[in-house]
Structure formats: structure tokens, C-alpha cells
């Protein structure tokens, strides 16, 4: 048998490009070969060996055997990444050899790995400045033009070709905008307003909704054609509760990433189609109600949208409390809980929590009709009510209190009732991590409050409540209890 020297991997390379090449009926042995030639090529000196294979490169680019194909594809990453002080030198392979188009077709015709592979390298390759001219031809008639190639997919491979593009989205803000300047965003509009593929639709969507996480990307999608879409959707008896559900939540997660770029018109938009879903007594379906009420404490977490709900679509910030407050249906409740604790403020900054005087009239307002229509009657009873119920529950109304309580009138409440108190000062009530950090966290912003509170509580009742708050946040967010038994060290019995 050969051996092969460690100091010198080429001729393990020159082997392997021939044993794949002859397909060798060796079980395993194709497997074995590309795991090993992948760690090679991704060591800096592995990479460096690249340019001498290029004609193994673009044989493996074009191999029937999809193990073989995403191997080429990962090596042409590592020939970029780990070349990136010779990033000419790099591209100009990619050019000589003809690498970009069999990318584009690994990304159209591989398996769901090759296809993840290829967009890998053309990502890479779109950040040097002499690869994005390659990505982004000027000539709109190019065949390697990303609406030309979309153009003569199938369905699959246009949802590819849309998800090569929410992988270029977040390259660098230059790559965004060519995205945007090549008007390639309309390829996701054409492929929303043809929803006669409901597969095709939702994987759109999805997409949509990845690149609304994206920085580069969220200020091009806060177009109002884009918007509008979304609203039909919502608005469309005739689609699935899945899409309808979908198109909610990425308009909630695309005004509120970009409510500084989005005019008023196309948030009043979107609310009104989500009201519509909220309003209507045929919504049966939980968890369409569910996104509705989520997409809306989207929403309403930045000042500009809680602002808009509470003073020009008070219905839907209506509804909102409404079912934060009702204990018919566990997950309906608990959106709308997190949905409130939105808009209240507890995500803002500390000192954009409080809203301006209509939205924070309307709060107040729209607060205590929906407590006194409840059993409890009382908005101090309701919290309560809401304390004693299951830990998801709980961990919504601590995140509810935490954004409240900066209000006077809020932690007046909270301090009218010592029960209050005494739960969420309870280091015992809490034994999962989320719900210790989020009890602590309410503890310190009540403790805040009622430190900078010159409100009418008698001097008795404040120097309990901040004796309670004050050994609370000094145990700190996790179970410690005074009295914890203490470890002992005892010496083993020897015979």
C-alpha cells in the first residue's frame, strides 16, 4: 500500500482527485476522501494549494456525485477565505476558470447541501469588490444575472435564487444597495402576488422573514409595495391561516426594525388588516389569533408604532389588553401578555419607555375598562389573578409590571395590594432560569420606581414594600436561600 507523507499532502490530493475521478467501488471511500480533503483545504496551507487544482475544482463543480459537487463548492470558499490578502488573485481563478456559472447551477440544481454550499461561496465572492462586479453584472441581459436565472427556474429554483439573495443581503450595506438598485426585491413581490403555490408563497415568506433580521436589508423592505402586499395577504379570506399567520408576523418584524424608515400611512395599513383578522367573530383558528396579537406587540415595542395603536387604532390596542386579561385561552393570554409588556416598554430603552400624553391617556384608559369588565373587577385584582397562574403566564406579567410600574398610577397598584408583593418578591416562586431572571427583573424596576415615586403611599406601608424589594434584589436573580444548608467535609471511615 502507498504511503503518503504528512509533510506533504499533495500527493494524498493528487490520489484522492484520482480515486474520485475512477469511482471506486471501495465502500466509503468517497466519503472518506472528501471529509479528508475538506480539512485539508480549510488550513491555510490546504487553501494555498487550491490554485494548483483548479482543474480538480471545476471537475468536482460539474461531478454527478452531489458529495463530490459540494466539496468543490466549499473548496472554492476556502480559496477565498483563506487567500484574502491575495483577493485579485483569488477572484481572477474564479474568472479564468469559469467558476460563477456552475456556483449558479450548483445552486439551482444541487441537493439541498450542495445548493447551501455554493450560496456559501458566492456570498464570500460578492465581498471583494472585483467579485461583486461578478455577482452583480451590469448587463441586465447577462445570463448570470439573478432575475435573468430566476426567469427560467422552476419554482424551486426561484425560492433558491430568492434565498441567494437574502444571503447577499447581509454581506455589507454596498451589496444591499446593489441588491435594491438591481430591483431584485420585486422577485419575492411577483412571487407574493402569485399565490396559486401555497408551498411556494410560504417559503417566500420565510424568507422574508429571515431578511427582515438583517441589517443590511431592513431599511429596502420598508417599502410600501411590500407592505401593501403583505396587508392583502392578511386580508385574504380566501389564503391558508398559515400564510395569513406568516404574513402578520413579518410585518410586525419589518415596522418594527424599521419604524424610523416607514411612513404613517403603511403601519395604519398593516394595523387595519390585522384588526380585521382580530374583529372578526369566524377567526376560530388560535394560532392566527396568536400572530395577529404577536405581530401587534411587534409593533408596538418601538415608541412611533405603541404610539400610532394607542392613539390612532385604540381597537387594536383594545384587543390587546382585552385578551391579556382573559383567561380563556392559555396561548391567546399569553401573547397577549408579551404583546402588552411591548408596549408598555419593557424592551425600549429606559428612558423611552413612557410615550406622549394622547398615547399614555389611552393606555391608562383603555387599561382600567378592560380590568373593571373583568371578574376581578379591580386592576391590582386582575395582576394578582394573573400571578397565581402557571409560570409562562407569570413570566408575561413580570415582563407586563416591569414596563407599567414606571407609571405612578401602575405602581400605585401594584403597592395597593401586599399580595402582589409578596409573589414577586418570592425567591421560591421561580424554578426555571427565564422566570428567576424575569421575577428579579421586576423586583428592581418596582424598587426604581418606588424609590423616584413621590406618590400618596403612607410612609408604613413604603418601608415594608422596600424592605421586601430591597432583600429581593440583594439574594439576586437565582434561588438563594438564607438559611441554605452548608456543605461538609467529612474524612472517610479507614478499616
Not at 397 to 423: H, N
Not at 447 to 474: C, F, M, P, W, Y
Amino acid at each position: 500500500m502507498e504511503e503518503f507523507s504528512v509533510d506533504d499532502p499533495t500527493q494524498l490530493l493528487e490520489a484522492a482527485s484520482d480515486a474520485l475521478q475512477t469511482k471506486s467501488d471501495v465502500p466509503g471511500l468517497e466519503n472518506t476522501l472528501v471529509s479528508c480533503l475538506e480539512r485539508i483545504f480549510k488550513t491555510k496551507y490546504g487553501a494555498s494549494l487550491i490554485p494548483h487544482y483548479m482543474d480538480f475544482v471545476m471537475v468536482g463543480l460539474k461531478a454527478d456525485s452531489q458529495v463530490v459537487k459540494c466539496l468543490a463548492c466549499k473548496t472554492v470558499t476556502c480559496l477565498l477565505e483563506h487567500l484574502k490578502e491575495e483577493n485579485i488573485f483569488g477572484v481572477q481563478l474564479i474568472i479564468e476558470y469559469g467558476v460563477y456559472p456552475l456556483l449558479l447551477d450548483c445552486v439551482i440544481n444541487g441537493n439541498e447541501q450542495v445548493s447551501s454550499a455554493s450560496m456559501d461561496a458566492i456570498k464570500t465572492l460578492a465581498g471583494f469588490p472585483q467579485g461583486k462586479e461578478i455577482v452583480f453584472p451590469t448587463n441586465i441581459n447577462d445570463a448570470t444575472h439573478l432575475g435573468v436565472l430566476a426567469a427560467k427556474c422552476s419554482s424551486l429554483g426561484q425560492v433558491r435564487v430568492l434565498a441567494l439573495i437574502v444571503k447577499l443581503f447581509s454581506v455589507s450595506s454596498d451589496v444591499a444597495a446593489v441588491i435594491y438598485q438591481s430591483n431584485l426585491l420585486k422577485l419575492f413581490e411577483d412571487k407574493i402576488k402569485n399565490t396559486d403555490d401555497i408551498l411556494v408563497t410560504l417559503s417566500v415568506l420565510e424568507l422574508l422573514y429571515e431578511l427582515a433580521e438583517i441589517q443590511h436589508g431592513r431599511e429596502f423592505m420598508s417599502g410600501n409595495t411590500l407592505l401593501q402586499l403583505l396587508s392583502s395577504l392578511i386580508s385574504n379570506k380566501s389564503m391558508g391561516s398559515i400564510i395569513r399567520s406568516r404574513a402578520m408576523m413579518i410585518s410586525g418584524r419589518l415596522l418594527h426594525n424599521n419604524y424610523m424608515f416607514v411612513d404613517k400611512s403603511s403601519f395604519q395599513t398593516v394595523i387595519s388588516a390585522i384588526e380585521r383578522i382580530l374583529d372578526s367573530e369566524e377567526t376560530e383558528d388560535t394560532d392566527e389569533i396568536e400572530a395577529a396579537l404577536e405581530a401587534l406587540g411587534q409593533i408596538g415595542s418601538s415608541i412611533q408604532g405603541a404610539e400610532l395603536l394607542l392613539s390612532s387604532s385604540p381597537r387594536a390596542a383594545k384587543h390587546v389588553i382585552d385578551a391579556a386579561f382573559d383567561r380563556r385561552g392559555h396561548g391567546k393570554q399569553l401573547a397577549a401578555l408579551h404583546a402588552l409588556g411591548n408596549i408598555s416598554g419593557e424592551t425600549r430603552s429606559e428612558n423611552t419607555m413612557l410615550l406622549n400624553n394622547n398615547a399614555e391617556e389611552s393606555l391608562r384608559r383603555l387599561i382600567y375598562e378592560s380590568a373593571s369588565k373583568t371578574t376581578k373587577v379591580t386592576l391590582s385584582g386582575v395582576l394578582l389573578s394573573l400571578l397565581r397562574q402557571d409560570s409562562d403566564i407569570r413570566l408575561g406579567v413580570y415582563r407586563l409590571i416591569t414596563g407599567f410600574v414606571v407609571r405612578p398610577w401602575f405602581l400605585m397598584e401594584i403597592c395597593s395590594k401586599q399580595d402582589i408583593i409578596d409573589t414577586v418578591t418570592d425567591a421560591n416562586t421561580e424554578t426555571i432560569k427565564i422566570g428567576m431572571e424575569a421575577r428579579y427583573k421586576c423586583c428592581k424596576a418596582i424598587q426604581k420606581a418606588l424609590s423616584l415615586s413621590g406618590q400618596n403611599i403612607s410612609e408604613a406601608a413604603r418601608d415594608t414594600i422596600a424592605k421586601k424589594l430591597h432583600e429581593s434584589v440583594k439574594m439576586g436573580p437565582y434561588l438563594i436561600k438564607k438559611n441554605e444548608a452548608q456543605p461538609m467535609v467529612v474524612t472517610a471511615d479507614r478499616f
